[in-house]
């Protein structure tokens, strides 16, 4: 009997010893991506869309022999979640870098422990200017919000505003745009009126957009996201606010929207990180393999300027795999040293590289215009 | 501006009074702080949508899931109703929820508007009467001491948060506007357009150039009317509101005198969680979005409004919901910066925190409520 214990005890540890070195042998070939964004809470179909476009990226370039390995890394659009999920990857040796954040208070919150780990972070829509401040690891593909805040403020101009309020949402993003724009209102000619804040809790904007009406303002403008933007536009219209709307990127979302608020987006203008050009080559074919590849998947999700840049991260990490960088340290002085156009990397929203800082240069904000229910580029 | 501020304080107000409603009803009759009621009414919200929309994004998950919930609330509820032979209690109970749970999914994304919010409402008050059979009888009947009430309370209103989040996912959901009712559904109104017909094709009653109210805050205010009033003819009039106020006040008495008082306390909660559903719907159209954690905030908001008119009393708690209606409403509008600035010495300001009110959000309203109960501490008015 008891010999019959040792051959299986023997059998059972022999087997897992094999099993070890299947596994050891395999892993200078598979390498770990973390995809990070919110797959939960109010932005919960973000971080699916980011994932999608990530992996069509490493579908569509497969390397002979290196296997890929994408995990999501769910944030909430909640800090404190960032920072807990961060924590309990950042320490993995499998992962090499990280694809994250579409908010700028999940990628502030997120920053010192992924400096800490020395993670290569390619940021595809955090926009508040600090993020990268003191951030060796942090690489951003999208344009800031100092330069989104100039390009609304000298649109207000453009349209003629001389009285202009500033509905913001009480986070990193949404203060750092309101403030932007302030700092800019005097040089463009127009007086700021009034500045009010809401946050999560804030569902009825009727007090703050009747206080806002009596101050009879040209334009508003809407610094937050687009569940609480749609709100503020369909109030405004029942509390007959007839000023212009000009919103920053975080209500860029034309499918969330169009679906909430229907007419009453009809002439919003929307700062946009990124609009698709169906002419281009490049962008038409990432939309037409988008939508082959998730359009059956029951993920009706329109791409967007946040996907596009995901894809653009994916491409680059991948270029830094192909010349060889395969772990932490090497991608990171890979990525560092993109740093000028003949470095740079040529993917679907352009040519990518980054200063000093991390920030990728030359990425302008444009605008956008609401016509007939659809997103047309404003003039 | 103080005009229009003023009625939307009042119209928030008369959202909150019904689900305060709900609050006091529960305390003034079974002594539990029913902290799950709000949860109660977003389930409520849901399930109405659920018939109206449909899953949407949870297009399986979303229907099965509330209708085992909404089931399961129908049998406990009718359990509470039904007397003679355990057996056939039972059997019938179990009709009952058999055929609610089949009726859910077999109309779920199927009714018009108003035929689901018609039947949101009994619904939802057998679910509120489902946690009170369920968790408080039992507690209450075994003389389990305050605290214990308060926890399970606290338990069930998280409970059936993390359920609703389950079933609906935890994404906000924001109606199609094209699904809402028409003339619910305020719009720009265009130049030109008057009257009769700016109230039916875009939901908005235009009375002078510059003023206009939104149909839906008009039949927000009606629908709280017409509950206040009816609620009053019910304490005063009925006998079986006095068969309540008797269980309330004197439970043994009651009991000795063949009043069914826990059967009695029940109904006080099916009229608590009737009332809160109908808040519930009218809250999900005012704010075209729903999520399973909408309920926490008007809950808790609720709640503050209740204690502060004075909880257990019907009156007070409506009294104490309009005040803090008009209290978050009117807040944006003082110019308290305007103030201070006079006040202060120049150069001073830059010292100063946000004095813009709307700043502060809820925390007004809360200061205001700690102040009234240190002078007060039994609220505005006792039972």
């Given at each position: ?28 070939k ?128 453009k ?25 800019r ?13 809401y ?5 009825d ?5 009747t ?28 509390r ?8 920053g990127d ?18 919003l ?12 080559e ?7 393999a ?23 991260a ?12 395969r ?53 | 501006m ?18 305060c ?51 399961t ?33 077999g109309?779920a994304?199927r ?11 009994p ?23 305050r ?43 265009p ?11 875009f ?12 149909i839906?805050?008009?039949?927000i ?37 063949g ?26 159209l ?5 999520d ?65 009110l709307?700043?502060w ?11 009234i ?10 039972r």
């Open positions: 009997m008891r010999l019959r214990c040792f051959a299986v005890a023997t059998a059972v540890v022999s087997i897992l010893t094999l099993y070890g070195c299947r596994q050891g042998s395999e892993q200078g598979s390498i770990t991506i973390g995809v990070e964004g919110p797959y939960e809470g109010p932005n919960a179909h973000i971080g699916p869309m980011i994932m999608n476009s990530v992996k069509l990226y490493f579908d569509q370039h497969k390397t002979d022999g290196l296997t890929i390995k994408l995990i999501p890394i769910d944030d909430k659009s909640n800090p404190a979640d960032a920072v807990s999920a961060l924590q309990a990857v950042a320490a993995d040796p499998q992962l090499v870098g990280l694809i994250g954040f579409y908010n700028s208070s999940t990628a502030l919150a997120g920053k010192p422990i992924l400096q800490e780990a020395k993670m290569p972070s390619l940021i595809y829509s955090a926009s508040n200017p600090k993020v990268t401040d003191d951030a060796p690891y942090y690489f951003r593909l999208v344009p800031t919000d100092d330069n989104q805040a100039i390009g609304l403020s000298d649109y207000a101009k349209l003629g505003a001389k009285k202009a309020a500033i509905l913001y949402y009480a986070d990193e993003y949404g203060k750092g745009l309101a403030d932007g724009i302030q700092a209102a005097g040089s463009d000619g127009y007086q700021i009126v009034s500045v009010q804040s946050d999560t809790a804030t569902t904007f009727r007090p703050v957009l206080v806002v009406k009596g101050k009879n303002p040209d334009v508003v403008f809407i610094c937050g996201f687009v569940e609480k933007s749609i709100a503020i536009l369909n109030q405004a219209a029942e007959g606010l007839k000023s212009k709307f000009l919103a975080g209500t860029f979302d034309e499918q969330q929207l169009m679906q909430g608020a229907g007419k009453n987006a009809e002439g203008y929307v700062a946009a990180p990124y609009v698709f050009d169906e002419t281009n490049k962008n038409k074919s990432y939309l037409d988008y939508w082959t590849a998730y359009e059956k998947g029951g993920s009706k999700q329109k791409p967007a300027s946040w996907t596009a840049f995901a894809y653009d994916a491409g680059l990490l991948d270029t830094a795999f192909r010349a060889g960088h772990d932490r340290a090497s991608i990171h002085q890979f990525l560092k040293d993109m740093n000028s156009p003949q470095k740079g990397y040529d993917g679907i929203t352009g040519l990518t590289y980054f200063n000093p800082k991390g920030d990728a240069v030359g990425r302008q904000f444009r605008l956008a215009v609401v016509k007939n229910q659809q997103f047309a580029a404003a003039n | 103080i005009l229009d501020l003023f009625l939307n304080g009042l119209v928030q107000g008369s959202l909150l009074a019904l689900i409603i709900g609050y006091s009803l529960a305390y003034g009759t079974a002594k539990v702080i029913n902290f799950a009621h709000a949860d109660v009414m977003i389930a409520g919200g849901g399930y109405l949508v659920l018939l109206w929309v449909g899953g949407t994004t949870q297009a399986t998950r979303a229907p099965i899931l509330m209708s085992i919930l909404f089931g609330g129908a049998y406990v509820a009718a359990l509470t109703w039904l007397s003679g032979r355990r057996l056939i209690q039972h059997l019938l109970a179990v009709v009952l929820g058999l055929a609610t749970f089949a009726a859910t999914l109309l994304g009714l018009p508007f108003s035929a689901a919010a018609l039947i949101a409402v619904l939802t008050a057998g679910l509120a009467t489902a946690t009170y059979k369920g968790v408080y009888l039992p507690l209450l009947r075994r003389n389990a001491p605290t214990s009430v308060l926890l399970a309370a606290l338990g069930v209103s998280i409970a059936l948060e993390s359920y609703l989040l389950v079933a609906w996912g935890s994404e906000r959901r924001v109606f199609p506007v094209a699904l809402l009712p028409e003339g619910l559904s305020a719009q720009a109104v130049p030109g357009v008057h009257g009769w017909q700016a109230a039916s094709q939901g908005v009653l235009p009375l002078t150039a510059s003023h206009s109210i939104p839906l805050d008009l039949l205010v009606l629908v709280f009317l017409v509950v206040a009033t009816g609620l009053g003819l019910f304490f005063r009039l009925s006998r079986a509101a006095d068969a309540m106020v008797a269980s309330a006040d004197a439970p043994l008495a009651a009991r000795a005198c009043i069914p008082v826990e059967r009695i306390l029940g109904q006080a909660f099916f009229l608590g969680g009737a009332i809160a559903s109908l808040g519930g719907t009218l809250y999900v005012r704010s075209k979005s729903l399973p954690m909408s309920g926490f905030s008007p809950g808790i908001l609720a709640f503050a409004a209740c204690v502060l008119g004075g909880i257990g009393s019907l009156r007070g708690s409506i009294a104490g919901a309009l005040l803090t209606g008009l209290v978050t409403s009117l807040a944006p509008a003082v110019p308290l910066e305007r103030w201070v600035t006079a006040c202060l010495p120049a150069g001073w300001m830059r010292f100063s925190p946000s004095l813009n709307s700043d959000s809820y925390g007004v309203v809360y200061v205001l409520m700690i102040l109960i240190l002078f007060k501490p039994e609220g505005l008015f006792e």
